[in-house]
C-alpha cells in the first residue's frame, strides 16, 4: 500500500512564506505526476499545481503562479509547494495526489495552511 505523507503546514501572516512536503512510500509507488490541491472551508477541491516526476516540469494555476514553486527529489520521493507571497485566500487545507494517467490513485490527508491579514 502506498502513502502519501503531506507535511509542513501552518500559521503565517500575509505575505510570508511556507513549504510543505509530500512523501510517498510503501512498495511500489508509480506516478507520471503529482499534483497539490486545496479545500478552503465552504469551498470546492481547487487545482494548485503539479510536476511530472521524469522531466521536472512544473504546472501551476493562475491563483498562484509567480508566488508558489513544486520541486521534486526523485530519489526520495518527495515533492515540495513553495509558497510565497502567501495571501488570507491561501488559506485552505492542502493535499497532494499521485497521478497515473488521467487517474488519481493516491491521496495524501492534508495538510492545514492559515494566512492572516
Known amino acids: 500500500q502506498v502513502q502519501l505523507v503531506e507535511s509542513g503546514g501552518g500559521s503565517v501572516q500575509a505575505g510570508g512564506s511556507l513549504r510543505l512536503s509530500c512523501a510517498a512510500s510503501?512498495?511500489?509507488?508509480?506516478?507520471?505526476?503529482m499534483e497539490w490541491f486545496r479545500q478552503a472551508p465552504g469551498k470546492e477541491r481547487e487545482f494548485v499545481g503539479g510536476i511530472f516526476w521524469n522531466t521536472g516540469y512544473s504546472y501551476y494555476a493562475e491563483s498562484v503562479k509567480g508566488r508558489f514553486t513544486i520541486s521534486s527529489d526523485n530519489a526520495k520521493n518527495t515533492v515540495y509547494l513553495q509558497m510565497d507571497s502567501l495571501k488570507p485566500e491561501d488559506t485552505a487545507v492542502y493535499y497532494c495526489?499521485?497521478?497515473?494517467?488521467?487517474?488519481?490513485?493516491?491521496w495524501g490527508q492534508g495538510t492545514q495552511v492559515t494566512v492572516s491579514s
Open positions: 495526489a499521485s497521478k497515473l494517467g488521467r487517474n488519481y490513485v493516491y
Open positions: 510503501g512498495r511500489t509507488f508509480i506516478a507520471n505526476a
